[in-house]
């Protein structure tokens, strides 16, 4: 990639020299967040590692402040990193922020921008997100859909029971990505699609969400987009969107087909129905239908699998706090065989490791990126339209100043707090904040309380022989969310 870059600079020179003159004319003043030089042209995109970006961008913040720009290509980017600013953007100026840049992979995975995620701030998202919020993610829907829930957690705990009758060590990275795929295609597809093998569902959710992560250079650079082409990039993208397209219309087909209707509703069923009312105020179309399963498939799965994984590593290397949590769980539990997500209320100290887990390790540590609307001022600079936003939420949830030894894992920090992930404490925004926060956080939260304390009460948990507790390393992937690099390998050992 580098080598590719540095032959087309040699060979477009003059044009480089031009736009960097250009530019400094252009933007001398009124003033813009300082920020780390780039080269003319690429500006910092050379500078910038995607494997570990919420980090980097971390560690610029300590130099250039807690507002500071990029330049990515031909695009301006700023980077917020602290609760203060982040309250600038996501509240104070949420109305001219709260755009997404249109970024290639994500314009076309999204039909255009007709999910939830990657829309544009129109009329359009305003219904499809009332439709979802009201529909979909209500609390009432998320209770009816309890029984999906307790079913697959049931049969996740007596697969983990045969490992521990053999001391069979499990892969949890494996089992937890395994129940979320399962429960998510039942809650929103009807049924398991265990015949078809979870092997190819998790593939295509893989490749989509890197994709969505992958720099597309014409996004930055319009006229070197023939690089993409040559690094394979069109014909990935391509191949992903018409591999889940199919599967989209192929669910669709189903559930249209009277032959195959189950007595279970699920979300299918529920925006088809909206689509066949003609009760909106918008024409339904199936492009849109197949947008917001895109973002409940691919975003919902790894939301959880992934929380569930950081919550388990943190516990495992801080035995203190695992006894404290599976002493509260059991002492409270009433002996029960399993416990339901009305039991799991009862346990504050698990609320209080789920957020903790949250704060360290929150799934999209820099969110999903905004965009401004038009120019306005913050912290005494001009930001204009068309300036991408990335709020770096890893970054400000160990800021110092908000925070108490930041950086350890303290779930106690939680109990007797104010402090929540609704949006409304701009020192922890795990769900973003503002107009585009997450509307799926019910469910999410109604899955990971389940699964959790079912696992800590049903189970004592060892590493495999000769590990420790501080072998146990937090490495990520590279991608939107932050999973981690190694599975987490562990010994069950069942409660008598």
Request: one cysteine or more.
């Amino acid at each position: 990639m580098f080598s590719t870059l540095v032959l087309i600079l040699c060979l477009t020179f003059p044009v480089f020299l031009l736009f960097f003159f250009q530019y400094r004319t252009t933007f001398k003043s009124p003033p813009f967040p300082p920020g780390p030089r780039g080269l003319p042209i690429v500006g910092n995109l050379l500078q910038l590692d995607s494997s570990s970006l919420h980090i980097q961008l971390w560690q610029l913040s300590k130099k250039y402040g807690p507002l500071f720009s990029l330049q990515l290509g031909l695009r301006q980017a700023i980077v917020v990193s602290s609760p203060k600013v982040a309250q600038e953007v996501m509240k104070d100026h949420d109305l001219e922020c709260c755009e997404r840049p249109k970024l290639l992979a994500q314009q076309k995975l999204s039909y255009n921008g007709l999910d939830m995620l990657f829309s544009p701030y129109n009329r359009y998202w305003r219904e499809i997100r009332k439709i979802c919020v009201m529909h979909i993610f209500s609390s009432k829907r998320v209770s009816c859909l309890s029984s999906i829930r307790h079913s697959e957690v049931k049969q996740m705990i007596q697969n983990i029971s045969s490992h521990a009758s053999t001391s069979e060590v499990t892969n949890l990275n494996q089992v937890l990505v395994s129940l979320s795929s399962t429960v998510i295609c039942r809650i929103a597809l009807g049924r398991r699609y265990e015949e078809e093998g979870t092997e190819m569902f998790h593939r295509l959710f893989k490749e989509c969400e890197a994709l969505m992560g992958t720099l597309f250079v014409s996004d930055y650079i319009p006229f070197m987009g023939w690089v993409d082409k040559l690094r394979g990039l069109h014909a990935r993208l391509e191949r992903n969107f018409k591999d889940m397209d199919k599967f989209y219309q192929e669910v669709i087909d189903e559930h249209t087909d009277s032959d195959n209707k189950t007595a279970e509703e699920d979300l299918v069923d529920v925006l088809l129905q909206l689509k066949k009312d003609n009760s909106l105020s918008m024409d339904l179309t199936n492009d849109s239908i197949k947008a917001v399963l895109m973002n409940i498939l691919v975003g919902a799965t790894d939301t959880t699998a992934v929380t569930s994984v950081w919550v388990m590593t943190s516990l495992l290397k801080h035995p203190r706090v695992m006894k404290k949590v599976q002493e509260e769980i059991r002492s409270l539990s009433g002996k029960k065989p399993f416990l339901e997500e009305d039991d799991v209320q009862k346990f504050p100290y698990l609320q209080a490791v789920i957020k903790e887990t949250l704060r360290l390790h929150l799934p999209a540590p820099l969110l999903v990126p905004r965009e401004s609307s038009k120019k306005y001022m913050i912290d005494g600079y001009e930001i204009p339209a068309k300036t991408i936003i990335y709020v770096n939420a890893w970054a400000i949830h160990r800021d110092p100043e908000a925070w108490e030894d930041a950086e350890e894992f303290k779930p106690e920090r939680f109990l007797n707090s104010t402090i929540d992930h609704r949006g409304q404490d701009f020192c922890f925004i795990p769900f973003g904040a503002g107009r585009k926060i997450c509307p799926g956080m019910h469910m999410a939260f109604a899955a990971l309380d389940v699964i959790l304390a079912n696992l800590l009460y049903s189970f004592d948990w060892a590493l495999p022989d000769g590990m420790k507790s501080e072998d146990i390393d937090t490495e990520v992937l590279p991608g939107l969310t932050m999973h981690k690099k190694n599975p987490l390998c562990v010994l069950a050992k069942c409660q008598m």
